[in-house]
């Protein structure tokens, strides 16, 4: 993954930001992106697609990214943001501003999936970007360790729809507890529709 994002490298690109967010499929809770630069020698055993690794893991990795990258950013946008400009502006913002938090400008953005935002800085969107690129890959990992965290303590406040283990994914039982104690204020009401398809929807004031 790193000789993926070395093939970047010139005299001029020396220091790229992988970007990438975590939440856009669940049904409650912000979406949530980061932006990771590290030094080009820096490499770390075990860095991928977040998805492809256990909480354990992507916890142990979060140190080690946070701790050896030069410098690392993330940007946290609320349902409430999601539900008014839908999940992928809200996304495409959330990296957007994740990269503007870094006090060390990149000579270039790699960017998860086959969108990107405005950005006076050069940028490339990768298509599965977080299965190739170690600075994705490592974006992915803060941006869902940070996002994983926020829905653990969300979970305190409405333990019944079980989101310290589901994260706000539509999960049987989060939809069953949907169903049966209808919405947080949490929850991402224009997603629900689609899940429970027009049915009464009640919620919590």
């Known amino acids: 993954m790193k000789k993926f994002d070395d093939t970047f490298r010139t005299n001029e690109i020396q220091l790229i930001a992988g970007v990438d967010e975590a939440g856009r499929g669940p049904l409650a809770g912000p979406v949530v992106a980061a932006a990771v630069v590290f030094h080009p020698s820096t490499f770390i055993e075990g860095v991928n697609d977040s998805k492809k690794l256990s909480a354990a893991k992507r916890e142990k990795l979060f140190v080690q990214i946070t701790e050896q990258a030069l410098e690392f950013a993330y940007e ?14 809200a996304s495409l913002l959330a990296m957007k501003k994740s990269v503007e938090k870094l006090s060390t400008v990149p000579h270039l953005i790699l960017i998860d999936g086959n969108k990107t935002f405005a950005s006076e800085i050069p940028k490339k969107a990768i298509v599965k970007g977080d299965a190739k690129s170690f600075s994705i890959a490592a974006a992915s990992i803060v941006a869902k360790v940070v996002r994983d965290e926020i829905m653990v303590k969300l979970s305190a406040e409405f333990p019944e729809y079980r989101w310290e283990k589901n994260k706000g994914y539509a999960t049987p039982e989060h939809i069953a507890a949907v169903k049966k104690y209808g919405a947080t204020p949490y929850h991402r009401k224009t997603f629900l529709k689609n899940i429970l398809g027009g049915g009464q929807l009640v919620i919590f004031n």
């Not at 946290?76 to 502006?89: A, G, K, S």
Request: glycine letters at 0%.
């Open 76 to 89: 946290i946008i609320p349902h409430t943001t999601i539900e008014e400009i839908n999940i992928l502006q």
